[in-house]
């Protein structure tokens, strides 16, 4: 059979996967900020309710901030070696960061606080580098616009999450919000576990054009 006729199925089968991955990446950290953005704003509140003080919610803030900058910068080398498991490494990264926010629902003490920061800041070292591999390697051309748009995701979604998550607060409590965070995390995960799926459908595809090829 002609071969430019397989050669066009396996480049619209390609341009079809990068385009789903894309999409799938974006709705996944735009659900997971979400769930996140909604404390943000009225993070030094909810660590008073617990006991905290300000200075507690610096060391609370600064845990994961630390956490996940020196992980990013250890576990990103680990993954470079791996890069062809870009996707598992993404799809743990969601769950890490589900895990994170199911502890907020059972927070007694700024200790346990301290712990779902840090675990909050290893899923963020595992995500984030893979994330960004996926993301370019899904979008040959048009980079910039590629970043744009989850840019633009993360902000439009933050400021949203931060207007709804202070009321939610004030209306009904926190007990709600996190419930609320941990739904829009638990989206998140599930999301993600479909770009497993477009890794299989693709490579699915591609060993079928090469059967009938040989016929």
Same mark, same amino acid.
């Given at each position: 059979?002609?071969?430019?006729?397989?050669?066009?199925? @396996?480049?619209?089968?390609?341009?079809?996967?990068?385009?789903?991955?894309?999409?799938? $990446?974006?709705?996944?950290?735009?659900?997971?900020?979400?769930? #996140?953005?909604?404390? !943000?704003?009225?993070?030094?509140?909810?660590?008073?309710?617990?006991?905290?003080? $300000?200075?507690?919610?610096? &060391?609370?803030?600064?845990?994961?901030?630390?956490?996940? =900058?020196?992980? &990013?910068?250890?576990?990103?080398?680990?993954?470079? #070696?791996?890069?062809? @498991?870009?996707?598992?490494?993404?799809?743990? =990264?969601?769950?890490?960061?589900?895990?994170?926010?199911?502890? +907020? %629902?059972?927070?007694?003490?700024?200790?346990?606080?301290?712990?779902?920061?840090?675990?909050?800041?290893?899923?963020?070292? !595992?995500? !984030?580098?893979? +994330?960004?591999?996926?993301?370019?390697? @899904?979008?040959? @051309?048009?980079?910039?616009?590629?970043?744009?748009?989850?840019?633009?995701? *993360? +902000?439009?979604?933050?400021?949203?999450?931060? $207007?709804? =998550?202070?009321?939610?607060?004030?209306? +009904?409590?926190?007990?709600?919000?996190?419930? *609320?965070?941990?739904?829009?995390?638990?989206?998140?995960? %599930?999301?993600?576990?479909?770009?497993?799926? *477009?890794?299989?459908?693709?490579?699915? &595809?591609?060993?079928?054009?090469?059967?009938?090829?040989? %016929?």
């Amino acid at each position: 059979m002609n071969m430019s006729f397989y050669k066009k199925i @396996n480049l619209i089968e390609q341009l079809l996967a990068n385009f789903f991955t894309r999409v799938i $990446l974006y709705l996944t950290d735009g659900f997971l900020i979400a769930g #996140a953005g909604l404390i !943000v704003p009225i993070f030094a509140i909810f660590v008073e309710r617990i006991g905290g003080s $300000l200075i507690e919610v610096g &060391i609370a803030s600064a845990l994961f901030s630390f956490t996940a =900058g020196i992980g &990013i910068l250890i576990i990103s080398r680990f993954e470079d #070696a791996h890069n062809r @498991n870009f996707r598992q490494f993404v799809v743990l =990264g969601y769950l890490l960061a589900l895990t994170g926010y199911l502890n +907020y %629902l059972f927070l007694s003490t700024v200790t346990h606080l301290y712990f779902a920061q840090v675990l909050l800041g290893i899923a963020s070292a !595992v995500r !984030v580098p893979s +994330y960004d591999a996926l993301l370019s390697r @899904n979008t040959p @051309n048009h980079l910039a616009v590629a970043w744009g748009n989850w840019n633009a995701v *993360v +902000y439009i979604v933050s400021a949203s999450a931060a $207007l709804i =998550g202070a009321s939610i607060a004030s209306a +009904y409590g926190f007990k709600l919000l996190i419930l *609320v965070m941990v739904f829009l995390s638990s989206v998140a995960f %599930l999301l993600s576990l479909a770009l497993l799926k *477009v890794k299989t459908l693709k490579s699915t &595809i591609k060993k079928s054009a090469k059967f009938e090829e040989s %016929l």
